[in-house]
Structures are given as C-alpha cells and as structure tokens.
C-alpha cells in the first residue's frame, strides 16, 4: 500500500506499507530494499526496529516504508489512521517459477 501523505504531514510525502509472513521475511525485505536502493540510486536510509520487533521501518525522507508482520499491522492500522490520504494498492510482478527455480540444493 502507497500512501500519499503530502499535504497531511511534514515527516514525508509517501509512505508505503508492506506485510512480511516472519521474522526472516521481514528482514530480507529491509535488507533487499536497502542494498538495491544504496546500489542502484545511492540512497541511504535511518532504520527504526527490526525484525525481532516485528515492524522495521526505512526512513528515505520523502519516503518511508512500514515494514510489518500481519498482526502488528492490523494493531497499528496505518491505512486508518491516515485515512485522508490518497491510497495505491500496489503488487509487484511475479516472476514465474521454472521448475530449475524449485530444485533445492
């Protein structure tokens, strides 16, 4: 989820909400994000939490992104509590699996 907060706050102009299924997700989605924005664009981030808290987040300036377990999302309700600003319910393509792609060594 996107969420377009210009406007409504001076803290950032987006903030984009994710959901990891456990502690390790969570960490390899802060982890990828970081490496790929610091590689690709040289962007650096301030980290608060980790994935033992169940909620990390990236802070980019302009942006910053939630990442969340299920129920500690549900709890805070983000979408909620910046109701007035413009969602984008955003999916990232997949990338089909090739049977090569499932043999596990």
């Not at 590689?39 to 302009?62: A, H, T």
């Not at 990442?67 to 393509?93: G, P, V």
């Amino acid at each position: 989820m996107v969420l377009d907060v210009r406007g409504l706050t001076l803290i950032a102009d987006y903030f984009i909400i994710c959901t990891g299924t456990s502690r390790q997700h969570i960490s390899a989605i802060s982890e990828k994000v970081h490496d790929r924005l610091r590689e690709e664009l040289n962007l650096r981030s301030r980290q608060e939490g980790d994935e033992e808290s169940l909620w990390v987040v990236l802070d980019y300036g302009d942006v910053v992104l939630h990442i969340f377990e299920q129920e500690r999302r549900q709890f805070y309700d983000l979408e909620r509590l910046w109701s007035n600003a413009t969602k984008t319910i955003w999916m990232a393509e997949r990338k089909e699996r090739t049977p090569a792609d499932q043999i596990v060594n």
